[in-house]
């Protein structure tokens, strides 16, 4: 089984400020897929493919890595940004999801 | 537009059985792989199991492997996962989610919760 990390665990990020979230995997994986978890609601889709953005995704966000690391990147906080997200790898069963960065705003 | 809308959660006892079903709309289901994932109260996701578009592949967490099964009839639209030998680590929120292989999961229900206790 593919172990994924994600750090930081929490965060708080001031508006304009440029956020960091990181994945790394156990093993090499093809790609990560991102989803984002507001409280109360269903995941949804956030970037695939390591950095490709979802349908209705703002292009402040951004993906990257390869192998074993992997990061989202949001170039300007936003309050609406404010969430959980998650990595996921679909390169093996099982497939795995992170422990996710719960982002707030500061 | 897409709609997953999953039911038959409840609270059940240890060892007892469930079955969730998951109802798609807006899509052609028989094109798609689908898959339940869960969410224990405050905690994160877990993918639970998967089931090809024609049901020839099937995989499952080794956590409810021999105790929970995938299933689905494309005629109805409907996804199934059939739940034995429950637990109290088993209480969550299940959802129902679409993908392609093992693509991303692209739509997702809005959950059915789980709970089980005496």
């Known amino acids: 089984e593919i172990v994924l990390t994600q750090s930081p665990t929490t965060m708080a990020a001031s508006p304009g400020e440029k956020v960091t979230l990181t994945c790394r995997a156990s093993?090499?994986?093809?790609?990560m897929h991102w989803y984002q978890q507001r409280s109360g609601t269903s995941p949804k889709l956030w970037i695939y493919?390591?950095?490709k953005l979802a349908s209705g995704v703002p292009n402040r966000f951004s993906g990257s890595g390869s192998g074993t690391s992997y990061s989202l990147t949001i170039n300007s906080m936003e309050t609406e940004d404010a969430a959980t997200y998650y990595c996921?790898?679909?390169?093996?069963?099982?497939?795995?999801f992170g422990s996710g960065t719960k982002l707030e705003i500061k | 537009e897409v709609q997953l809308v999953e039911s038959g959660g409840g609270l059940v006892q240890p060892g007892r059985s469930l079955k969730l079903s998951c109802v798609a709309s807006?899509?052609?289901?028989?094109?798609?792989?689908m898959n339940w994932i869960r969410q224990a109260p405050g905690k994160g996701l877990e993918w639970v199991a998967y089931?090809?578009?024609?049901?020839?592949?099937?995989y499952y967490a080794e956590t409810v492997k021999g105790r929970f099964t995938i299933s689905r009839d494309n005629a109805k639209n409907t996804l199934y996962l059939q739940m034995t030998s429950l637990r109290s680590e088993d209480t969550a929120l299940y959802y129902c989610?679409?993908?392609?292989?093992?693509?991303?999961?692209?739509?997702w229900g809005q959950g059915v919760m789980v709970t089980v206790s005496s």
């Open positions: 989610a679409r993908s392609r292989n093992s693509g991303p999961f692209d739509y």
């Open positions: 807006g899509f052609t289901f028989s094109n798609y792989g």
């Open positions: 089931i090809s578009s024609g049901s020839s592949y099937i």
């Open positions: 093993s090499s994986v093809s790609y």
């Open positions: 493919e390591t950095s």
């Open positions: 996921q790898q679909g390169s093996s069963y099982p497939l795995t």
